[in-house]
């Protein structure tokens, strides 16, 4: 998936510049700051799972995003005398969430990297921070620097600047790229890798809240100018990044930063008072709300597009019989995590599709492929005498489908239609990519709130066998029903 990820996000990046070169007027005049304050709200985009950076607390009840970019969006929200508004997507899909128009500004430890900067603006350095290495405390005799790490394997967020650092100062190391901390960490445990470059906050946070991990300078000396963070931008905002700018100088002249910093730590602290599992059942619970809506609305939907489709394949008219079996050829041929991010970016970019409609529409649209094959074969098992015996009795073909086919079709069919109504409870986890707050997002961050790596990942999986288990035996009960009838 990792591999795909490398070759999919340029391409998604490529074909938005296109289309945005391609109806963005080339001498238009900026009013990207104009924009905004027309609104009265700035979107702001980020990966909360970077503490002290962004990371999620529990107020209320609700998922509250805090940590030193949110409180630098604040800053910068005021300023511009707008509303701020936080938008959670994976790290990997936050440049596309710009390029799309789905979040106005990026916040989320960012560095402006020549290759970023090709297609995405960015404000002054806002903060830099050393770069630190995590290892297991009992390993930590080991290592003195990064030079100690020769033939080791190392890992890195995957696009980061840390994952760049080990390409080019660790050469003789290995790079095990993944997209959460939080997995690097399970990862770093479980001894798939020997450390976790990260940022000295990030670093010292999971040092003060695990005793089992230690930290190592990496004795790197980096310019501060190619290696800090920035505030991103869609490309062509020059008032907007001016104004951002205004606000960071005043921030740097106040060394607002380090009070910051203290706000980060004190909901770490709150975070970090109760780690137990229990604790932290809403978290569970909203997850398994969510992963329920999207699969119920996901299985109505999918039945009602599967049997239309498998009708459509099994019809006379030649050109329907195409678009069906293009249809669903196309759509069992690529990944539902890539149609989950072209609903949800690509579509997105002419209407404005909430993360939530959009995880359930991909979700729905590809169930509806695997449901349409089920459904034609359950209709092409029914024998053909059947269909000829009902029309000598006068059926017409639509009654003769609704009243002798259909039924017999089902019966047979219920097994495979079960199997897939429970793949999907779990494959609906795969939206969690764009933010929707699913049982699996949920699961991350009780990580990153809790800096536990397996339990949340155990209490997780219990919940997923019961929904699935539960779901298997319901499913069961009508099969067995429908076949003393």
Known sequence: ????????????????????????????????????????????????????????????????????????????????????????????????????????????AMTPTAERKQSVDFSSIYYTADQDIIVNKADAKLYKSAESFVGK????????????????????????????????????????????????????????????????????????????QAIGFAKGSDALVAQANQSIAEIKKQGLIKSYMKTAGKAMTQNTANTSMFHYWQFFAKGIGYTL?????????????????????????????????AYIEFVRGT???????????????????????????AVALNSGAYVAEIIRGGIESIPTGQTEAARSLGLSQKQTMQSVVLPQAIKNIWPALGNEFISLIKESSIVSIIGVTDLIYQLKVVQTATYKGVQPIFVAMVIYFVLTFGLSKLLGHFERKMKHE
């Not at 989950?340 to 690509?346: L, R």
């Open 1 to 108: 998936m990792k591999k795909l990820m490398h070759w999919v996000m340029p391409l998604i990046l490529g074909l938005v510049a296109a289309v945005t070169a391609a109806v963005t007027p080339v001498h238009a005049a900026d009013n990207s700051l104009q924009k905004i304050q027309a609104k009265g709200t700035i979107v702001m985009g980020t990966s909360p799972d970077y503490a002290p950076y962004e990371f999620l607390v529990n107020e209320n009840g609700k998922n509250q995003v805090v940590g030193i970019d949110v409180e630098i969006a604040k800053k910068i929200a005021a300023d511009m005398g707008v509303k701020l508004v936080i938008k959670q997507m994976d790290f990997d899909s936050l440049l596309v969430g710009l390029q799309t128009g789905k979040v106005d500004m990026v916040l989320s």
């Open 153 to 228: 394997k190392v890992g890195a967020q995957t696009g980061s600047m840390q994952a760049d650092l080990v390409k080019s100062e660790m050469t003789d190391s290995k790079l095990l790229g993944l997209t959460k901390v939080t997995d690097l960490i399970l990862a770093l445990k479980s001894h798939k890798v020997e450390g976790v470059v990260a940022e000295e906050p990030v670093a010292t946070a999971y040092v003060q809240n695990d005793p089992q991990l230690a930290m190592v300078k990496s004795g790197w000396t980096l310019d501060p100018e190619e290696n800090g």
């Open 293 to 325: 809506l999207i699969t119920a609305v996901a299985v109505v939907i999918g039945v009602l597009l599967g049997t239309l489709l498998a009708l459509m394949r099994l019809g006379h008219v030649k050109l329907v019989k195409a678009l069906a079996v």
């Open 335 to 361: 990944p539902l995590m890539i149609q989950v991010m072209f609903v949800y970016f690509g579509i997105g970019m002419f209407i404005d599709i909430p993360a939530l409609i959009a995880g359930i529409i």
